[in-house]
Structure formats: structure tokens, C-alpha cells
């Protein structure tokens, strides 16, 4: 008789731990879907912690969530920037405006010569962190980390974006539609 209620108890145990398990799975199952879906929807106040320790208080800061990055726009001494953080937390680059002349000097060279008759648009600077192995992705493109200028070159309704090394080296980036 003692064997029986031993284990009926044990076998009920087993039954409730089954179900405790199954329904904690449950439970994080749903909290980790919950947090996905609203990581996908809004910024993290984690990426705006991580924005403030890297980059100190700024005042203009103005965030959105892009489709892959929480990103943030932000002067700082005086240059518009835009900064991007991955679903970490933390800054994968940040982009600037330029302007042609910041370019390597090399490369304007030969912009000029391969591009005759093209207009040349904008610039942009792009800054990797270097602590980051996410890759950007800029014009619809992913590309491995590293800094880079993007030119646009256009000529009537085409347009390409061009991706130019730090050391000058030049090559096609993406078509602009």
C-alpha cells in the first residue's frame, strides 16, 4: 500500500512539474515575442543609453526605428550625423553629409575622368565602429565594415552610387531607382 500512494504522489509530482515547465516555456516563449515585436516597432531605450555613453549629451537628438537599426540624428561640433544601433545596443557607424572636396584627392581624380558628363551629388561619409562586426547596410546595400565615402553620379535619370576607400580605391556601390 505504501508503494501504491508513494507512487501515485511521485507520478502526480511528475505530472505537475510537466506542466509547470510547459506552461514557463510558454510564458517566455511569449515574453521573447512580445519583446521582438516591440523591438521591431519602437527604439530601445537601451540604444538611447548606449547613444548618450558614446556620444554625451545632446540635445537635438531625434530617434526613429529604421528597418534594421534603431537610428538617431544628432549634431555634434557642429555636423549632422546620424548614428545607427544594431538590436545589441550598440553603434554599428555613423553617417554625414559631405561634400565632394572631402573625398581622397585621388579618387576626385578619377570621379572626374570615369564620370565625364555626370553630375555629381551627394556625399556621404561613413564611419564604422570598429567594435561592431554587424554590416551596414546604406542604399539598399549591405556592405562589410569599414569607413567609406558613397558618391551619387548621375546622368539624366540614372544614377549610381559609388563607394570610395579611405585610400582612394573606387567602386561601383548600387544603381539609385
Request: charged share 30%; aromatic share 12%.
Amino acid at each position: 500500500m505504501k508503494t501504491f500512494i508513494t507512487s501515485a504522489i511521485i507520478a502526480a509530482l511528475a505530472i505537475t512539474g510537466a506542466q509547470a515547465q510547459t506552461l514557463a516555456k510558454d510564458i517566455r516563449k511569449e515574453h521573447r515575442a512580445e519583446k521582438h515585436a516591440e523591438a521591431r516597432s519602437e527604439v530601445s531605450s537601451r540604444s538611447k543609453d548606449s547613444f548618450y555613453a558614446d556620444f554625451g549629451q545632446v540635445s537635438d537628438a531625434k530617434w526613429v526605428r529604421g528597418p534594421q537599426f534603431d537610428e538617431v540624428t544628432f549634431t555634434k561640433d557642429g555636423q549632422q550625423q546620424t548614428a545607427y544601433y544594431d538590436n545589441h545596443f550598440i553603434l554599428v557607424g555613423t553617417t554625414a553629409d559631405k561634400k565632394f572636396a572631402d573625398v581622397p584627392a585621388k579618387a576626385q581624380k578619377e570621379i572626374q575622368k570615369q564620370f565625364k558628363g555626370y553630375a555629381i551629388g551627394a556625399v556621404v561619409e561613413y564611419k564604422d565602429n570598429e567594435n561592431n562586426d554587424t554590416n551596414m547596410l546604406l542604399y539598399g546595400t549591405q556592405f562589410d565594415d569599414a569607413d567609406h565615402y558613397f558618391v551619387t553620379v548621375s546622368k539624366g535619370k540614372e544614377a549610381d552610387v559609388l563607394m570610395v576607400k579611405t585610400d582612394g580605391e573606387i567602386s561601383f556601390f548600387s544603381t539609385l531607382r
